[in-house]
C-alpha cells in the first residue's frame, strides 16, 4: 500500500492530478488514499517533495 | 447559511472561480462559491507573474496587488551565459493573497455568496435541469441543487471525473515546482525576470527568479513529471539555491503542480463547466495559468448564468464555452504544447551554444531582430518560437 509522509506532503496536488484510479483525495490538512488503488506508484513518482512511497502491506499492518 | 437551490455554484476559490462567480452573479442569478480551505488565496503555490497587457483586460486591479513592475528578462544558460532584453510586453508580479482576495471581494460584491472550509466530495447525474452536489462545511454534510456546476478546482479537481470526463494527467503533461519567497538577496534587480534554462537545474522545465522587491524574489523551479523518479524536485531546488543563490533565507515553501497539457478535448458536460487549472487551461510552455484561468472564468460564468435564465443549462447550451476557448487560447496554447515538446528535446549544449551568440553583445543591442537570427542560424525556429512565447509571458 501506499503510505503518505504527513510532515512531508505539502498538499500541492500534483499525485491526484496523475493518479488514473481517482483513489485520492486532497482535503484542506490531509490527504488520503482509497481502497481502489492498484499500487501502480505514478503518485509516489511525481511528489515533489518525496512524501509517498510503496510499502510492504505485510509489513504495515503489523 | 447555505441554501438548498443555487443557480450557479462554483467550485475553488482561485482566480478561475472566483472570476466564473462574478461574471455569473452579474447577470442577476443565484450564485455560490464552495472553497475548501480556510483563507482564499492561500497558499500561494504561484510565482506570481502576469503580464500587464493582458490582465487589465480582464480586471482593473487594485496597485495594493502589485509588488514590482517588470520591463526586462533575463535568460541565464546552462553555462551561466546572461542573455538580457528588454520586454515590448512589460509584466507585474502580484501579490497573489491580495489579488485573489480582491477577485473574491469583485465577486461577493456581483451578489456571489462565499463558502470557506466547505468540500465539495461528490455529485449526482444532470436531471434534466439541474444536478446535486455533496458538501463538507466544517464537519456538517450539505446537499446543494445547481442549474450549473462551474468547477474551478484547481490542479487537483476531482469534479470532472464525477461528471464522467477523464481529467487525470500524463507525468510527461505535469511539471512538479518548489518554489520559496526568500529574502535578504543579492543582486535583484526589481524590475528584472530571470529564466534559468538547464537540465542540471530542472530537467523538462525552467528555474525562476520573480522579483517582489529590491532583496526579495519568488525563486523557484518545476521539472517534467517524466523526469520525477529521484532526485526529487525539492533536491533540485536545494541544489539551485546553495550554488546561486546562499545568502537568501526562505520567507515561504510550497510545493506545487503545474499541468502543463493541452486543454481538456471536453470542456462541459450536461450541467457543468471546467475551467482554469481543472481544465488544463494553463500555458503549457511557461506554466502560467492565471490569467486564462480567468479568462475561463468570465467566459463560463457568462454562459452558465445565461443558461439559467433561458432555461437550458444542458451540454447543448453550455457547449458554447467550450467552442470560444478551442476558437481563441486553447488554440493557441495547444501550440505552444508542441513547441514545449520539440524544447524538451534540446540538449543542453544547443542552449549553451545559442547563448554564446549573445554573451559579448551589449543589452541595448539585443534586440528580437538578433536573437531572432542568431536563433535560427542555431537551426531551430523552436528557439525563436519559444523565446517570443516567453517574452509575452
Ligand atoms: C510553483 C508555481 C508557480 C506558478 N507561477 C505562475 C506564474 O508566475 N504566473 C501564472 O500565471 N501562473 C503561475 N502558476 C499557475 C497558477 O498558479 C495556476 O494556474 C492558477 O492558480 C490556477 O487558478 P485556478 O483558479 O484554476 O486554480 P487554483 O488557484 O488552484 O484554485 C483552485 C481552488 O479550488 C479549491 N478546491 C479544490 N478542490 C476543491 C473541492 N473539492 N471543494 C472545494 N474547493 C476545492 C482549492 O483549495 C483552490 O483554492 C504557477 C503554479 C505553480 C505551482
Ligand atoms: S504530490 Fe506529494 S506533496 Fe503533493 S499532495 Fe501528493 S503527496 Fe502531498
Ligand atoms: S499508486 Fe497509482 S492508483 Fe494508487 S494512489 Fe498512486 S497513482 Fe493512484
Redesign the interface.
Same mark, same amino acid.
Do not use: Q
Given at each position: 500500500m501506499i503510505k503518505i509522509n504527513k510532515n512531508k506532503c505539502d498538499l500541492c496536488g500534483s499525485c491526484v492530478a496523475v493518479c488514473p484510479m481517482d483513489s485520492i483525495e486532497m482535503f484542506e490538512t490531509y490527504l488520503k488514499i482509497n481502497k481502489n488503488c492498484n499500487e501502480c506508484m505514478i503518485c509516489v513518482h511525481i511528489c515533489p517533495v518525496e512524501a509517498l512511497t510503496k510499502e510492504d502491506s505485510d509489513r504495515s499492518n503489523v | 447559511m447555505i441554501k438548498k437551490d443555487y443557480d450557479v455554484v462554483v467550485v475553488g476559490g482561485g482566480p478561475a472561480g472566483t472570476m466564473a462567480a462574478q461574471h455569473a452573479a452579474k447577470q442577476g442569478v443565484s450564485v455560490a462559491l464552495f472553497e @475548501?480551505? $480556510?483563507e482564499i488565496g492561500i497558499p500561494v $503555490?504561484c510565482a506570481e507573474g502576469v503580464s500587464k497587457k493582458f490582465l487589465k483586460k480582464y480586471i482593473d486591479i487594485d496597485p495594493q496587488c502589485i509588488a514590482s513592475e517588470i520591463n526586462k528578462v533575463r535568460f541565464v544558460s546552462p553555462a551561466k551565459q546572461k542573455i538580457d532584453f528588454t520586454t515590448l510586453n512589460p509584466g507585474l508580479v502580484l501579490h497573489r493573497r491580495l489579488f485573489d482576495h480582491f477577485l473574491a471581494e469583485k465577486a461577493s460584491e456581483a451578489g456571489a455568496q462565499i463558502f470557506m @472550509?466547505s468540500?465539495v466530495?461528490g455529485m449526482d447525474n444532470y436531471d434534466g435541469k439541474s444536478r446535486k452536489i455533496f458538501i463538507k462545511h466544517f464537519d456538517q454534510e450539505f446537499t446543494v441543487n445547481a442549474k450549473v456546476v462551474i468547477a474551478a478546482d484547481?490542479?487537483? %479537481? $476531482?469534479i470532472g471525473?464525477f461528471a464522467g470526463i477523464k481529467?487525470?494527467? @500524463? *507525468?510527461e503533461d505535469?511539471d #512538479?515546482?518548489?518554489q520559496a519567497t526568500m529574502g535578504n538577496l543579492k543582486n535583484i534587480d526589481p524590475t528584472r525576470i530571470e529564466m534559468w534554462v538547464s537540465n542540471k537545474w530542472a530537467p523538462g522545465g525552467y528555474a525562476w527568479v520573480f522579483p517582489k522587491g529590491p532583496e526579495i524574489a519568488n525563486i523557484g523551479l518545476g521539472i517534467c513529471?517524466k523526469f520525477?523518479?529521484?532526485p %526529487? +524536485?525539492?533536491s533540485y531546488f536545494k541544489n539551485f539555491i546553495k550554488e546561486n543563490f546562499p545568502e537568501g533565507s526562505a520567507l515561504t515553501t #510550497? +510545493?506545487?503542480?503545474v *499541468?502543463v497539457a493541452k486543454h481538456l478535448e471536453r470542456l462541459v458536460s450536461d450541467g457543468v463547466m471546467l475551467i482554469g487549472d481543472a481544465a488544463r487551461q494553463a500555458n503549457p510552455l511557461t506554466g502560467g495559468g492565471i490569467l486564462s484561468g480567468m479568462a475561463a472564468g468570465m467566459i463560463s460564468g457568462k454562459i452558465g448564468a445565461q443558461g439559467v435564465l433561458q432555461s437550458d443549462t444542458s451540454y447543448n447550451y453550455l457547449k458554447e464555452y467550450e467552442q470560444i476557448w478551442k476558437k481563441g487560447i486553447g488554440k493557441e496554447y495547444n501550440r505552444f504544447y508542441r513547441l514545449k515538446n520539440n524544447l524538451l528535446n534540446l540538449s543542453d549544449e544547443k542552449f549553451i551554444k545559442i547563448a554564446s551568440e549573445f554573451e559579448n553583445l551589449k543589452e541595448e543591442d539585443i534586440t528580437i531582430t538578433k536573437i531572432v537570427v542568431a536563433a535560427v542560424k542555431n537551426n531551430p525556429k523552436l528557439v525563436k518560437d519559444a523565446m517570443l512565447a516567453f517574452i509575452g509571458f
Open positions: - | @475548501k480551505d $480556510r $503555490r @472550509k468540500y466530495h484547481g490542479v487537483e %479537481s $476531482r471525473r481529467t487525470f494527467v @500524463k *507525468p505535469i #512538479v515546482c518548489v513529471g520525477t523518479n529521484k %526529487s +524536485a525539492l #510550497v +510545493a506545487g503542480g *499541468p
